[in-house]
């Protein structure tokens, strides 16, 4: 049974299509066209705008739960509350901890993984535990260490192959076969929370990792004699940069220089949202640390640093606009389709193209989400 979504404009993965229909099939998007025929079933978008459902490769929780929290109903509340930020696919993000936790919190998202009834799950981020101290950030170092291939293994068996993502500190011992290993396995390796020098990154760069976490945060800064990690995400082609765009993790100025260097098909937008984001400012726990959320910050209680972020994924790609940084399409393309591909996830979400998931949101002419769709179907509405 077909349906047709009429509207403004549809943003496609390489172009901009005008007004015009984009059909829907059995939950799953067909083609775009300029007419339909009189008596066929109309979505009427008329005066709105259609982009892919926006795709965070990079968040702790959402709505009071966190993914360390390795509650199966925290899942679904985390699921269900993202539908409100334009998002209709994740990667639930891990923090730093002990093997033992890391196995059930996997075990855990693996047995919801299917049956989540608001964002799709379609994959797990490990965001450590494999960093060094200096630029921990809100990750405990008394869990850091070096990567070991049969730790990530046991890992990943627990997750029913689900880990798509493992951030690392490239200055670690045995980085560079770590990384060989596990990207023969089809995970994206990707590199923070780390002091490391240019070599150090480019080597690992060299063996396979292919992201930047969270550009600029948690990474040794650029210097004229020492590039750095962050000379390394300027500086070595065909590697994504994540991005938190709220404003107070990285100035406006600093992500117009990241996508200059990068260009807009290597950043990909992300949250690094933490438990608070969409719930009111006060007390919470990130991990195991205490951080208060207030004027649209998480900062660590006891140094003031910040802890993640309380960004919906939506304002991030509204702010990139207004400040003068991106066209609307590139904009949602680095909401959807970039870290989607950064992933290995492009031929599952971020786009309205024949064949996939109809996942997509709906936005006024200023940018403002109005509904969000996942298969098809409505499932929020502003």
């Known amino acids: ?29 067909g083609q ?51 539908l409100a930020a334009g998002v209709t696919s994740f990667l ?22 299917d049956t989540v009834k608001g964002a799709k799950i379609q994959g797990i981020y490990f965001e450590g535990p494999y960093f060094t101290e200096k630029y921990k950030g809100a990750q405990n170092p008394l869990y850091m260490r070096n990567p ?26 045995g980085v560079v076969e770590f990384v060989s290993a596990v ?13 490391g020098t240019y070599a150090d990154a480019k080597a690992a760069v060299e063996a396979g990792a292919s ?59 992300i949250t690094d949202c933490m438990r608070a984001g969409g719930a009111p400012d006060g007390d919470y726990l990130l991990g195991e640390f205490p951080v208060v959320v207030e004027n649209g910050t998480a900062r660590l209680k006891d140094s003031g640093n910040l802890a993640g972020s309380i960004l919906k994924l939506k304002d991030g790609l509204k702010n990139v606009v207004e400040w003068g940084l991106a066209t609307p399409a590139q904009a949602v393309h680095m909401c959807t389709y970039v870290p989607a591909v950064s992933v290995g996830l492009a031929d599952v979400c971020g786009q309205l193209s024949p064949g996939y998931a109809a996942d997509f949101i709906v936005l006024d002419k200023e940018l403002v989400l109005q509904a969000t769709y996942l298969n098809g179907e409505k499932v929020y509405q502003a």
Not at 255 to 266: A, E, N, T, V
Request: hydrophobic fraction near 40%; aromatic fraction near 8%.
């Open 183 to 195: 990207t023969k396995k089809g995970v994206t390796v990707a590199l923070g929370h780390s002091n």
């Open 32 to 82: 775009w066209q300029a007419a339909v025929p009189a008596d066929a079933e109309i979505l009427d978008y008329s005066g709105y705008q259609i982009a892919p459902g926006l795709v965070d490769t990079h968040i702790h929780g959402y709505a009071g739960a966190d993914v360390m929290d390795n509650s199966a109903e925290g899942l679904h509340q985390i699921s269900q509350g993202l």
């Open 211 to 269: 992201v930047w976490v969270h550009a600029y945060n948690g990474m040794r800064g650029l210097t004229h004699r020492e590039p750095g990690m962050v000379g390394a995400v300027y500086n070595l082609p065909g590697t994504y940069a994540e991005l938190i765009c709220d404003g107070h993790h990285v100035s406006p100025v600093a992500c117009d220089i990241l996508m200059q260097q990068k260009g807009y098909d290597h950043v990909a937008m």
């Open 1 to 29: 049974m077909s349906r047709y979504i009429k509207a403004d404009c549809f943003y496609m993965v390489d172009q901009v299509k005008a007004a015009g229909y984009l059909e829907i099939i059995d939950g799953k998007f």
């Open 148 to 173: 070991q291939v049969a730790e990530f293994d046991a890992w990943q068996a627990a997750a029913q192959g689900l880990i798509k993502k493992i951030a690392l500190a490239p200055e670690r011992q």
């Open 92 to 113: 639930p993000t891990t923090l730093t901890s002990d093997f033992e936790h890391l196995k059930k919190v996997s075990a855990t998202i693996a047995s919801v993984a």
